[in-house]
């Protein structure tokens, strides 16, 4: 039998502390530390606890070549390089390391950069409630966090002084001022308000329908959209949760940006949409009343087709999603209603219900709009004038 590593790994000496009461009675710091290796690869659904024997293993087995099994050393333990195998962290190249081996292939087949893998990998959340986090939530308002945090880092700075400034002309007016100011994050929407067809038809195509496109070379073809791209791959697919879309069943589609077409992925019935839509922005009903979401999804081979192992290529796919979310924003302003986008969101239960992977298909955000509710219950930052 052949084994290797697998492509992406890496391994965090994790401290646990933990109260110790017989130190506290001889008189010494309560907590005690310990420290545990994990194991961290992309390929597999969570971490992996090492123990300090599987350290040296780990050394002496590459992630390129194959070798074979009988060749490490005898004094290494059989039953932890059986867990290795077992876990996914080495690979083997018999039958039932399949599932495993599949999975490693289709990581080193995508181009990820190994710490963006990672950093996307395990900053995924499943079920997760971002309405009583226990990192904010235990603040009932600014007031009581500046409280127990002290001020945050201040609004802006200065980096000369005042008589060194050149002071610049008032801007003038422009044709995106109204957009521009009437941009905010709706926190309150409409419950019984349906969003018209042409709206979220407007809505849609303008940011993310391609308004062009052109064959670069043979097979590869560039959209042309409203916002930008790094590398002018568009990596980014919409998929559409509609709740409340005139002429839209209720349901999951994908957005094709060059038919301008709804296709769709799942019928929902409006209980069971409510319900998923609150489950992919975890918990936050606030968001979860609109009556369109948006969920971006980057096809990351897209962009890791030219940028290969690159250093900032899932950076750049975040920004792009940025500029698509603020394209989609002053839309929704000039059509008078307010947008939300959030990246606390349940990525896994996402790709679950849209059938993606994660090592090809990284979910980075939720969009949503509607039209504001004559009550505002949740609090918004309206009005920049
Ligand atoms: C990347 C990003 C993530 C955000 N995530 C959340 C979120 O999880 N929940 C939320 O209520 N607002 C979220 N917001 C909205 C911001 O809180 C909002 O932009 C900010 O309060 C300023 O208000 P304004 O957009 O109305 O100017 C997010 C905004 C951005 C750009």
Redesign the pocket.
Known sequence: MKLRRCAVLMIEPREHLEFDLGVLFQGDAAFAARITWVALAPHLDGEVELSVEDLPILAHVGETLWMERDALPAEFDSARIAALLDTGILIGDLPAHAAHRLRDERTRAAHWRPLSAIGHAFSRWHGQR?DIDPGTDRFKNVREMVEALGAPPPETISRASAAARIALPTAHSGALDLALFA?????NYDRAATLPTATAARLLQRTFGAQAHRELGPGAIALKKTSPSGGSLHPIEAYVLAQRVEGVATGLYHYHPLAHALEPVQALDAASASALALRF??G?H??ADAPMLVVLAARVRRNFWKYRNHPKAYRAIVLDA?HL?QTF?LLAAEANM?A??????NEVDIEQALDLDPINDAVL?VLGCGEAANESS?V???S?T
């Open positions: 971002a941009r905010y994050t709706g926190r922005v975890a936050q606030w968001f940025g979310s924003y307010p939300f986008i959030t990246a606390a969101i955000a949740t918004e930052f309206r920049a």
